[in-house]
Every structure is written in C-alpha cells, then in structure tokens.
C-alpha cells in the first residue's frame, strides 16, 4: 500500500505536466529514489500501471535510479557517496554530516 501511494502521487505530477504542456501520451519517466525510501522499481511501475488504467491511458516504462546515501565533511566541504566508510575521500576527515538517501524525485519525463 505504501508504494502505490507513492506511485499515485509520481503519476499525478507526471500526469499534470502531460496536461500542462498539451500531451496526449507520457512515454517514459525517469525518477531518482534514495536508497532507503522503501520503494522498489517493481512495485513503483505496477503503481503507476494502475494509475493508467484508472485514465485511461497506456503505460509507459519508469526507469528507477537509486541514490545512495551521502555525507558532507566539515573539514573540506567535500560531498561524497558513502561506501565502505564515512572518511573524507578528499581531506582524510572524519568529521561529516550523513544526508540519508530517503527522497523520491522526478527528474525526466518524455512526453508526446
């Protein structure tokens, strides 16, 4: 239920852009989901699969890129991917702010 919530909200913005700019079709989707927002790429398609089904319109393939979590040293200013460890891969610090990867964010739609 969580994820076809999320993806009833990601079709209402891809779906009000098609509207705005005259389309009849939304062909494609490309949407970041952070590493632990708790969607996977399956679920999120089928979501909005049913959201199309509900306007009748066709589906269109949603290509999902997971963001990993980041950190920003206090020392350099440097942002990073954490990986294996949370140390600045730029000044060697290891005084850092984690950002947690839990956004969800459309960033590309094609329209038609």
């Known amino acids: ?10 079709f209402k913005v891809l779906y009000g852009a098609a ?3 005259g389309a009849s079709r939304i062909l494609s989707a490309t949407i970041h989901v952070g590493e632990f927002a708790g969607v996977t790429q399956d679920a999120l398609q089928d979501g909005i699969v049913h959201c199309c089904e509900h306007v009748d319109m066709q589906p269109f393939p949603v290509h999902v890129i997971v963001d990993k ?9 440097c942002e990073f991917e954490i990986e294996e460890t949370t140390q600045c891969p730029n000044c060697g610090g290891d005084s850092v702010s984690v950002r947690p990867a839990t956004g969800i964010t459309v960033k590309h739609v094609e329209l038609a």
């Open 69 to 77: 979590p980041t950190a920003v040293c206090a020392d350099c200013d």
């Open 19 to 21: 509207q705005n700019h």
């Open 1 to 10: 239920m969580h994820e076809h919530s999320i993806a009833d909200e990601i």
